[in-house]
C-alpha cells in the first residue's frame, strides 16, 4: 500500500512572533515544527505500512528550511519525501491543493492520503478538502480512529456533545487526522541517522506550472495581537463593586 | 550562534528526540519521585533502550548507535533539562559509570550478558566503587575477592551506591590482592541475585532524592570467575579509566544547570520589586549574573574542546578534571547564588530553585572531590 502524508512545516505555537513588514514575520529566529496534527497522520501511515507493506511517501510544500520537518517524519519511519519548495512565508489553500494533486499524479496516485485536520499557523481548514475535490476523492476530517478493511476505511470522528460519527470510505481516500488517532511515537536513534540517507526529491513549484502569483488568497496585511490591558479594581462597598461590574460586563465588555 | 559551529541537522534531531522524550515521558513524574524517593528505573531505562538513548558510542554489535562524542554531549545537554538531578544521574550511571570498562576491557560473554542487557534498558546497572573508609581516595578500598577455583568470593561493604536497591549487576571494585600499590585491585560485573549479596538500606539524602542511594554488603558472596572485567590486578588501572567517562558525563550538567538557575532567577528577579524597581534592575544582580554568564561559557567551551580532543583520540584527562572542578564550583556558587536572588522564597521546598540548590551539591563531591580533581590538575601539571 502506497500512502502520502501531506506534512506542513509550521512555527511553534509557543514561539513569539515579531513582525517584519506588513504581510510577513520575521521567521529566523522562530523555532519551526512539524504542524502536530500532521504528525497523527505520519504515525497513522507508518503503523499501516508496517503492519502490511508499502510505502510512506511524505508531501511538504514550503520553504527551504522545511527539510527538517521532513527528516523528522523520515525518523519517524516514512520512507521517501517530495518536497515543493516555495520562496514565500504563505501559500493559500488553492495553489497547495493544486501543488499536491500535480505532485501526487506525476509520483502515482496513492491509496491512501493523510492530512492534519488543519495547520496550527493560518488554520484555515480548506487544503484537504481541496486537495480531496480536485482528486475526485472522498474526505473525513478530524478522524481520530481508523480501520481499514480492504478496500474500505471506517473512519471516527467526534462531533461534539461526547457523540461519535462512523463513516465508511472506499479506498483512495483523504484522511484529516486528530489527537486520539494515535500516540506519534519518539524516534528511534537508529531512525534518525537512517533519516539522512532517505531520499527526498526536490522540485519548485514553478515546475509544477504553479505560479506563487495566482493565489486567490493574499495577504493583505498582518498586525500583532494588542497586548492585553491591566486588570481593573473595582474599589467600594461591595454593593458598589458588585453594579459598577454589572455595569462593566454590560456597557464595556458586552458580554451580558 | 556558537553552538552551529560543533552541531549540525542530525546532532539537532537527536536533540529533539531527547528534549520530546524528557517533556514528555520524564519531566511529568519527576515530583512524584521526588517525594517517592526513588524513580521506576526498569520502566524508564526500558523505554530509554529502545530508543536507542542508552548506548550512544557503544558499538552496534553490543546494542549500542556507534556515534561520537558530539552526539553522547548533545544526549547529556538534554538529559540535563530534567527537573530533577537524580533521574539524569541514574542515567548517567547506567551509559557512562558502569558500563564503559565492560565495553573497553570485558569479554565477549560480559558484553553479551551484561553491556547488551543494560543498553537495551532490560538490565540497570550500578557501579561498586565507594566505601566507608573509601571515597576520592579509592586506593583505601577494603572489599577483598578471593579466587577460589572457578569462582571468586567476595565479601565487604560498598556505600553511596546510586541505583543501589534497584541494580540488575554491579560493576565492582575489590581488593584481589594485599600488596601495597595499584596492581592489587581487579573489577567485576557482580549480578545482585546471588547469594551472600544484601542491601543494608536506602539512605536519606539532602538532595538527588529521587535517586536510590544503597549501602551494600556482600558476605562470602561467589561470582563466577569469567565475571573478572579485563585483567586481574589492573582493576585500579581500568577503574580510573572509567573515571574519565563518569567526570565527562557530569560537566555538561553543570552548564546546562547553572544557565536553567539563572534563568529561573531572572524570572523571579524580573517581577520581584524591591524599592519601587524590579530586582533585575540592580546593578549588583546584573553584574553577578554576568560573571556567571561568563564563567558558564568558558566551562561550555572547555567542554567541546574536551570533546574535539577525544574525538582526535587525544588524552584529555588533564582536561576533564579541570572542567569537573571548574563545574563543581560553579553549580555551587550559581545554586547558591541563584536561591539568593530569590530571597526567602528560595527556602521554600516549592520553588524549583531549592531543588535544584540541593541536588547540585554533589558535583563538587561524586565522581572525585573538587580537592582531588585540584590534586590530579597539579600532578598532570608537574607541580
Not at chain 1, 74 to 91: E, N, P, S, W
Amino acid at each position: 500500500m502506497k500512502i502520502c502524508v501531506c506534512v506542513k512545516h509550521v512555527p511553534d505555537t509557543a514561539a513569539t512572533i515579531k513582525l517584519a513588514g506588513d504581510t510577513a514575520f520575521d521567521d529566523a529566529d522562530v523555532k519551526f515544527i512539524s504542524n502536530p496534527y500532521d504528525e497523527f497522520g505520519i504515525e497513522e501511515a507508518v503503523s499501516i505500512v508496517e503492519k502490511e507493506g508499502g510505502e510512506v511517501v511524505i508531501v511538504t510544500i514550503g520553504k527551504e528550511a522545511a527539510t527538517s520537518t521532513i527528516r523528522s517524519a523520515m525518523a519517524m519511519g516514512a520512507h521517501r519525501a517530495i518536497h515543493v519548495k516555495t520562496d514565500g512565508q504563505f501559500l493559500d489553500s488553492t495553489l497547495t491543493a493544486r501543488a499536491l494533486k500535480a505532485v501526487m499524479e506525476e509520483d502515482g496516485l496513492p491509496d491512501l492520503i493523510f492530512t492534519g485536520k488543519g495547520s496550527v499557523d493560518t488554520e484555515s481548514f480548506q487544503t484537504q478538502y481541496r486537495l480531496a475535490k480536485s482528486l475526485g476523492l472522498p474526505i473525513v476530517n478530524e478522524v481520530s480512529t481508523l480501520t481499514l478493511e480492504g478496500q474500505k476505511a471506517i473512519a471516527q470522528r467526534e462531533i461534539g456533545g461526547g457523540e461519535k460519527q462512523v463513516l465508511e470510505l472506499g479506498l483512495p481516500c483523504v484522511i484529516g487526522a486528530t489527537k486520539g488517532l494515535n500516540e506519534p511515537r519518539y524516534p528511534k536513534f537508529p531512525d534518525i541517522m537512517k533519516a539522512k540517507k532517505k531520499e527526498i526529491k526536490e522540485m519548485a513549484l514553478s515546475e509544477l506550472g504553479i505560479n506563487e502569483a495566482d493565489a486567490k488568497v493574499t495577504m493583505e496585511k498582518m498586525e500583532a495581537v494588542p497586548e492585553r490591558s491591566g486588570a481593573k479594581m473595582i474599589e467600594g462597598s461591595v454593593d458598589d463593586q458588585v453594579t459598577e461590574l454589572v455595569r462593566i460586563l454590560k456597557e464595556e465588555e458586552k458580554v451580558i | 550562534m556558537a553552538k552551529s559551529l560543533y552541531f549540525n541537522k542530525e546532532h539537532d534531531l537527536v536533540r529533539k528526540a531527547v528534549r520530546d522524550f524528557v517533556n514528555k515521558e520524564i519531566n511529568p513524574h519527576v515530583d512524584e519521585w521526588e517525594e517517592k524517593g526513588i524513580a521506576p528505573l526498569h520502566d524508564i531505562f526500558k523505554k530509554m533502550g529502545e530508543l536507542g538513548f542508552l548506548g550512544i558510542r557503544y558499538p552496534e554489535k553490543w546494542g549500542g548507535e556507534d556515534l561520537d562524542y558530539w552526539h553522547e554531549v548533545v544526549v547529556l545537554e538534554e538529559c540535563a533539562r530534567i527537573d530533577c538531578g537524580g533521574v539524569p544521574m541514574a542515567m548517567a550511571v547506567q551509559s557512562n559509570m558502569a558500563t564503559p570498562a565492560i565495553n573497553d576491557f570485558g569479554s565477549d560473554y560480559l558484553k553479551e550478558t551484561y553491556l547488551k542487557p543494560a543498553l537495551k534498558g532490560d538490565m540497570v546497572a550500578a557501579i561498586a566503587v565507594t566505601e566507608p573508609d573509601a571515597g576520592s581516595d579509592v586506593a583505601a578500598l577494603k572489599t577483598f575477592a578471593k579466587k577460589e577455583g572457578d569462582h571468586y568470593v567476595i565479601n565487604g561493604s560498598k556505600t553511596f551506591i546510586t541505583n543501589g536497591t534497584q541494580a540488575d549487576f554491579l560493576t565492582l571494585l575489590a581488593r584481589t590482592s594485599d600488596d601495597p600499590g595499584y596492581h592489587s585491585y581487579s573489577l567485576f560485573a557482580v549480578p545482585t541475585d546471588l547469594p551472600g549479596f544484601s542491601i543494608s538500606k536506602k539512605l536519606d539524602k539532602l538532595g538527588m532524592r529521587s535517586s536510590d542511594t544503597a549501602e551494600l554488603f556482600f558476605d562470602d558472596m561467589k561470582v563466577p570467575a569469567k565475571n573478572l572485567i579485563g585483567v586481574e590486578g589492573e582493576g585500579f588501572i581500568h577503574q580510573m579509566m572509567q573515571f574519565q567517562h563518569e567526570r565527562f558525563s557530569i560537566i555538561p550538567m553543570a552548564y546546562v544547570w547553572s544557565r536553567r538557575m539563572i534563568d529561573l532567577a531572572v524570572e523571579y528577579a524580573k517581577n520581584r520589586i524591591v524599592f519601587g524597581k524590579p530586582l533585575i534592575k540592580k546593578q549588583v544582580i546584573r553584574h553577578r549574573i554576568a560573571g556567571w554568564l561568563t564563567e558558564i561559557e568558558c566551562l561550555q567551551q572547555l567542554t567541546y574542546h574536551i570533546v574535539r580532543m577525544k574525538m582526535a583520540g587525544q588524552d584529555a584527562s588533564k582536561e576533564i578534571s579541570m572542567a569537573k572542578l571548574k563545574g563543581g564550583e560553579l553549580l555551587t556558587q550559581v545554586a547558591d547564588g541563584c536561591l539568593q536572588i530569590h530571597g526567602g522564597m528560595g527556602l521554600m521546598n516549592e520553588t524549583r530553585i531549592s531543588r535544584m540548590y540541593r541536588d547540585c551539591r554533589l558535583m563538587a563531591i561524586g565522581g572525585g572531590a573538587n580537592e582531588v580533581m585540584s590534586d590530579v590538575i597539579a600532578n598532570f601539571s608537574g607541580l
